[in-house]
């Protein structure tokens, strides 16, 4: 029977030494331990067995590697089963039990807990000093409770009315999506394709929409505006008009109703666009849906009108006229819109403008869809596509000239721009439906217009264009004074009509305001008068930016203007732009003052400003040999001037920082000189002989 306990003990790691010398007396396991192969030794009464509790576990479960090394020495020594056999052959039986229920518990105590595991893993670190690890924290919420869908949009909506929008797709994603796993409504997606688009950021808008579209969400009209704003105010224009196409074809095969508001926002990606045509598509289609011509709706076709450089003054001034038809009141924002196309573009053909705006008032009747608005005149969208488009004026607009027949022909008066309190003779106010009227003694054509003075003059001038706001009802605004400043004849009377205005209307005048009327006055000669301009300026307490002096140098056709300006600019602490500089080199360009280049020059190493390929252009034009000048020939002062700057400006060019790009790449400055500044001088010098 002790040969089981034996046995046990072997599987158990232990030896019968072992536990003689754990629960016996010293002499006893010594008298064990002296056993030979054929004496026999009988367990005595008072032994007992403890068994193992929770105190002594840690001792028990360290004392299995000690013991199972002794084991594995007694299996190898040779006489170590029969040892075994004369120890266990003594034991009694009735302590059998109690000596298996403590092996029995050994067993399982060989095998731990993970839990003691880490106590034990814990502990060893602790003793080498090292720092006990962090438990990964669990997500709290801003607010410490659970948050809805709605707190998260209201959110989303405010950081993006701070300009914070990166925080807002953070809390979107990182709080709400991976935080607190809420599954995200509409809204949530439409407050951030908002905020997306108004920044330009189309493709990440996009990104939102298939996201949604992916979880089972219903877009709504709210966020198909928002999509086709992010496609209009994208920089890239032409990968947002592609997006806006796609996105209307995928609405079209769905035949989802689009809202007005969504109409407009299509409207605004086209007219953005330069795709005036596309517009008309889209009023036409708005129409059939059974939408109302607004406002806005003309706003956004008089916009598509500014993008077209040739015509699109004569293009806006139709917009407008048939607006005033259909009987619609325009605002403060249609009147600075056609400003603009004063400003910015022509008027084209001047037969097909005299036959589209000086002439009877009836309009086609085509097979297009009418809608009557406030007025009772309908929208005839086929009739105004073909007046828009009208390349030549005998081709479709001979119903036009039938009421001029028996008119006596007479040129419009173009050319003389009337003041604010002029009340000189005016050529016709194009913004007056009775004015164009052909009739007998009335203007049936126009002169050429040349300038933006002659397109302001075609609207009254700028007293008539106020005249014809405060008609309406309408006050201008700081928008509008600054267009009139741009459109309007340098000069400091002009400057005082507008101040009065301005104190009239209770306009509160900005920087931007005056900077428009010191270029003017700048790009005309007068030097003075852009300084006059500039003492008013700080009279009225506007302080002066970096543009201000960058419209006052296009004035200084002198060294001597050149060097008091930078001196002022150093007095103010206005550090000397690229700008400021290149149109300092244009003064001195068309003066042909090559000691006037060299100043400029000079100036820009001092303040380390690097050039720009405007300026290398401008450079390479002023170091060029005149066309028939030959060298051999004869020479000249000037033409020596001509050489010593040529040497001075390459001499230049390799001692000039570079300009950063902001590329990832970063070249040594040496190269970059010799791989910007003059390789750029080269391909002027490549284009120039090309086109000569």
Known sequence: ??????????????????????????????????????????????????PVTDINRRAFTGSVSVSSRRTRDVQESPTAPARMGRAGSDLGVEDFGSLSADFSSRRAFRKTTPELQDMLYREERQAAGQEEEREPEVFRSRTGRRNTQYWYFLQ???????????????MFQREMLEGERLPPEEYNYTVLIGGCGRAGHLKHAFKLYNDMKKRGLVPSDATYTALFNACAESPRKQAGLQQAIHLEQELRRKNHPLSDITYH?????????????????????????????TQETFHFLLMGCVRDRDTGFRQALQVYRQMLRMGIRPDVQNYNLLLRAARDCGIGNPAVASALLLTSDCGQEGQAVKVRGQGSAPLDVDALESQLFTQHPDNDLSHHNNDATHCREQEAPIGSLPSLSGTSSHPPNLLDLSVGRAKEGGVVSLG??????????????????????????LCPDIRTLTLLADTMEPGIQSLHSLLAVAKQHGVKLDAAFYNSVIRRAARAGDLQEAKAVMCAMQERRVRADVRTYGSLALGCNRQTDALQLLGDMQAAGVQPSVQVFSALIGCASRRLDYVYLRLVLRAMREHNVPPNDIIITQLEHASQYPPNYNQYKFRNTYLSQIDGFRGYYHQWLTTMPAQETGG????????????????????VRRHRKQHS
Request: aromatic share 4%; hydrophobic share 40%.
């Open 1 to 50: 029977m002790l040969q089981c306990v034996s046995r046990s003990c072997l599987r158990n790691g232990r030896s019968i030494v072992d536990y003689v010398v754990r629960y016996g007396s010293t002499q006893t396991a010594r008298g064990l331990s002296s056993m030979g192969s054929g004496s026999t030794v009988r367990a005595p009464r008072s032994w007992s067995v403890h």
């Open 156 to 170: 989303c909506k405010r950081l993006i009315k701070e300009n914070k929008l990166s925080e807002a797709l953070s």
């Open 265 to 293: 926002a299509l409207l605004k990606t086209h007219a953005l666009t330069n795709h005036l045509r596309a517009c008309l598509h889209t009023l036409r289609d708005m129409l059939q849906a059974g939408h109302a011509v």
């Open 448 to 473: 050429v217009v040349s300038g933006m003075f002659d397109r302001l003059a075609l609207m009254g001038g700028a007293q008539g264009f106020l005249d014809k706001m405060a008609t309406a009802g």
């Open 664 to 683: 990832p790449e970063r070249v040594h400055p040496a190269e970059t000189r010799q791989d910007g500044h003059q390789q750029a001088a080269a391909a």
